[in-house]
């Protein structure tokens, strides 16, 4: 019953946030809102760009790349360098070449997967000033692509998608910056700390015990780590750790915080194209998609721990318990990883490597689908875009008709980048699986052994290939071999996925607008829905499905065997 | 080349809006506004929010090693593997133990060998202190290690423990866990629990 109102509450919430939130955003990319021009005219005077200039594809693609080049050439530096630098009470020293790479290159692409403990690797000068800075970063370019994309899709004969500079600069101002820093102020007064003193040691007068407490800068970043759907945490355990989410509500506020951009930008898309029953038919295949996961994790997480039963405790309790936090509890805690896996959040709020086999089932397909359902900031929305193209293409194929989305046609070369945009993913992530459980070094990272130990891996570079970053902690991470193999996938999954997304906007954007006729195949209907979800569900389970029958599948088939 | 000096601009302007005035407006609004969250809600005994060993951690000067056991005087929190119950550990400072501030999971998958033997050796910890059935909660490990709380139900079955070490009726300890459980926030967020800290500092209270 309570999980009834929880559920009721998060939908009553993200339905405020799709109509406003998403209203809002169209007003600030359309260029409509300007009551922080006294900030935003400096900026472009020093860029030496204007909100009129606007740039092609090509130009608004390698502006990005360039972006991101430097932005992470910043924060390589910043943690090569932390030893040096100031806000280091522990005196933690410089990373290893390997592992700044892979945080480099994680927080670079939104990933945020981390290969090293928070509290016990990070200076607060470098959580602050280099990771916090980049969970802006990484979540802007990822709104900017998506605004970036839907104009192609809006645009009639113009060919260009917006100016880089000026979005970037938009997103961060009156999108990022003023609604995480809302939500930090609730993270903190639930009991988030935010502090620059260096750990406490206390004294339990009770038990003579004594404890020591590591503190930090935590309560705003978690605020921009979940809108960003970053889900890189302070801490080493992320958002189990009672001092990034403290409480019951900051729970709640995290799950509706990280979904809540990636759902409205359904809203944005239904706007921009002039027909918002287009974003609603996107949404209806978003949700349909995130509440069949959420309803078998919830399921699976309810039924008792194998491994707990067979040593002894009475199954008269419910409920898998190892690796979650009381004051959760189970559904709850359920909803919050598959909202924050669905949307390359990555942020844990149990430990998924203790969690029962169909549920860890549920979490890899959620971002097995391709981190569409609803996806990252931006990410999910420019991905299910592409898959949008391949269902009207193979829509078009069922009844013998040139397709058209939106009223522009899909030719081949719309069709050849959709699929490139599509398949980038799971071929990095099956490849470097397969090389991984192939090689020594692959095969030294695991914990667990068993099905369990495959899974571990395969959840490392499904969540990498995604930019998703969250982990079964079991896994041996920072290693060079892992660091390295890593960076590639995130790379791959990040930029491999946005620039044949940018391409296709840029080749769309010049088209012009068919009227349509009879034959037109209509994409704000259920049939559209169904065929959209179809292809989602079709190439994901082609795709993985061998990959998942070696882990979690043959795991939850194993009754009473044990590793 | 233009591109490359924009980005340069452009990382610098952001850096001091999101990257450093973001974050140090936050912290100093929290330390301004919520003193005492923002540093970790700190009370005579320990921080509300982070769970404690409450077990007996018994020092062997010989092998410089501890040995954590549950202690029957108290409402014990759930186990913790960095310092897990009936395993001798080093701690060559002489101090035992220092629980410390980094967090972990025990990561263990629902079809570990490791995890069946762990959880067996719990319930026989258990056991062998008088609570006779434990529940999932004693048994296995939280999310953060860290884990301040216990269910209701958690604290129920220790209470045949508690009572007989401190000589309380088993009555009072029931109702001392009836007036410290909490939750769920405003009636729907997450579960209601027990503070553990805060029910052993109710329990210290009464036998003073």
Redesign the interface.
């Given at each position: 019953m309570?999980?009834a109102?929880?559920l009721l509450?998060l939908a009553v919430c993200l339905a405020l946030c799709w109509r406003f939130l998403g209203a809002y955003m169209v007003a600030v990319f359309e260029n409509r809102l300007s009551f922080l021009g006294f900030?935003e005219r400096p900026?472009y005077r020093?860029?030496?760009?204007n909100k009129e200039v606007e740039q092609s594809w090509k130009r608004y693609a390698?502006?990005m790349v360039?972006?991101s080049?430097?932005?992470a050439l910043?924060l390589y530096l910043v943690l090569a360098l932390q030893g040096h630098l100031p806000l280091n009470p522990q005196h933690f020293s410089d990373l290893t070449p390997a592992l700044d790479l892979n945080t480099t290159v994680s927080f670079l692409t939104n990933t945020n997967w981390q290969n090293y403990?928070g509290?016990?690797t990070m200076s607060y000068f470098s959580q602050?000033?280099g990771l916090?800075?980049h969970q802006?970063?990484s979540a802007?370019v990822g709104l900017v692509l998506a605004i970036a994309v839907i104009r192609g899709f809006a645009n009639r004969g113009k060919p260009t998608i917006g100016n880089f500079?000026v979005d970037?600069?938009r997103s961060?101002?009156y999108v990022?910056?003023p609604i995480?820093?809302l939500l930090?102020?609730v993270f903190?007064?639930?009991?988030?700390?935010?502090?620059?003193?260096g750990?406490?040691?206390?004294?339990?007068?009770?038990?003579g015990?004594?404890?020591?407490?590591?503190?930090g800068?935590v309560?705003?970043?978690e605020?921009?780590k979940q809108l960003g759907t970053n889900g890189g945490g302070f801490?080493?355990?992320n958002s189990?750790?009672?001092?990034e989410n403290?409480?019951?509500?900051t729970?709640?506020m995290s799950i509706v915080a990280l979904l809540s951009i990636p759902f409205s930008l359904t809203y944005v898309f239904g706007k921009m194209v002039g027909r918002l029953r287009q974003g609603v038919a996107v949404l209806i295949a978003m949700v349909i998609l995130y509440g069949s996961l959420i309803g078998l994790n919830a399921w699976a997480e309810a039924q008792?721990?194998?491994?707990?039963v067979?040593?002894?405790?009475?199954t008269q309790?419910v409920?898998?318990?190892?690796?979650?936090?009381?004051?959760?509890?189970i559904l709850?805690?359920s909803l919050f990883a598959v909202s924050s896996t669905v949307t390359s959040t990555g942020s844990?709020?149990?430990?998924y490597?203790?969690?029962?086999?169909w549920g860890n089932f549920a979490l890899l397909s959620g971002m097995m689908l391709g981190e569409v359902e609803p996806g990252g900031v931006g990410s999910g929305m420019y991905t299910i875009l592409l898959m949008a193209i391949i269902a009207v293409f193979i829509g078009g194929l069922m009844i013998g008709r040139t397709p058209e989305y939106l009223g522009k046609k899909i030719q081949a070369r719309e069709v050849k980048l959709a699929g490139i945009g599509v398949l980038v993913m799971p071929i990095t992530v099956l490849i470097l699986t397969g090389i991984a459980v192939s090689v020594h070094a692959g095969r030294a990272g695991p914990?667990?052994?068993?099905?369990?130990g495959f899974?571990e891996i395969l959840y490392a570079f499904t969540s990498q290939g995604n930019n998703n970053g969250s982990a079964?902690?079991?896994l041996t991470g920072n290693t060079p071999f892992y660091n390295i193999m890593g960076s590639v996938a995130m790379l791959l999954g990040r930029f491999g996925v946005a620039i044949p997304a940018l391409a296709l906007a840029g080749s769309l954007a010049g088209k012009q607008v068919v009227p349509a006729g009879l034959g037109t195949f209509r994409t704000d209907n259920t049939m559209f829905i169904g065929l959209l979800i179809g292809v989602i569900v079709i190439i994901g389970g082609l795709t993985f499905f061998p990959a998942l029958a070696l882990g979690p599948i043959v795991?939850a088939l194993?009754h009473g065997?044990?590793? | 080349m233009q591109a490359l000096l924009r980005s340069i601009v452009l990382t610098a302007v952001l850096f001091v809006i999101c990257g450093v005035g973001y974050p140090i407006a936050g912290w100093a609004l929290s330390q301004a506004a919520f003193h005492s969250q923002a540093n970790g809600s700190i009370t005579k005994n320990g921080s509300t929010l982070i769970g404690q060993q409450w077990g007996i951690a018994t020092y062997d000067a010989s092998t410089t090693s501890c040995t954590v056991s549950i202690n029957p005087m108290w409402f014990n929190g759930r186990p913790d593997a960095d310092d897990p119950l009936g395993v001798q550990y080093s701690a060559k400072n002489g101090t035992c133990p220092v629980v410390s501030g980094e967090s972990t999971q025990a990561d263990l998958g629902p079809h570990s060998k490791v995890l069946v033997a762990d959880v067996a050796a719990l319930v026989a910890a258990w056991k062998a202190v008088g609570v006779t059935n434990p529940t999932p909660d004693l048994v296995t490990t939280s999310g953060s290690q860290l884990d301040p709380d216990l269910t209701a139900q958690d604290a129920l079955v220790e209470v045949p423990m508690v009572a007989k070490a401190r000589g309380v009726a088993p009555s009072v300890l029931r109702t001392l866990i009836s007036k410290a459980t909490v939750g769920p926030q405003l009636g729907f967020l997450g579960s209601p629990y027990v503070n553990v800290l805060a029910l052993n500092e109710a329990l210290a209270a009464l036998s003073s």
């Open positions: 309570t999980f109102l929880f509450a900030i900026i020093l860029l030496g760009t390698s502006s360039v972006f080049g430097v932005s910043f403990g509290e016990t602050m000033f916090e800075f802006f970063l802007a500079w970037m600069t961060c101002l990022l910056f995480a820093f930090g102020i903190v007064a639930q009991g988030g700390v935010d502090t620059l003193h750990p406490v040691t206390i004294h339990n007068g009770l038990t015990l004594t404890q020591t407490i590591a503190l800068p309560g705003f970043m605020a921009i801490f080493n355990i189990a750790h009672p001092f403290p409480t019951g509500l729970n709640f008792p721990n194998p491994a707990v067979h040593g002894g405790v009475a309790y409920g898998n318990m190892e690796g979650k936090e009381v004051r959760f509890g709850p805690s844990a709020d149990y430990a490597d203790s969690g029962n086999s914990l667990n052994g068993g099905p369990h899974s079964f902690g079991g795991e194993s065997k044990f590793w | -």
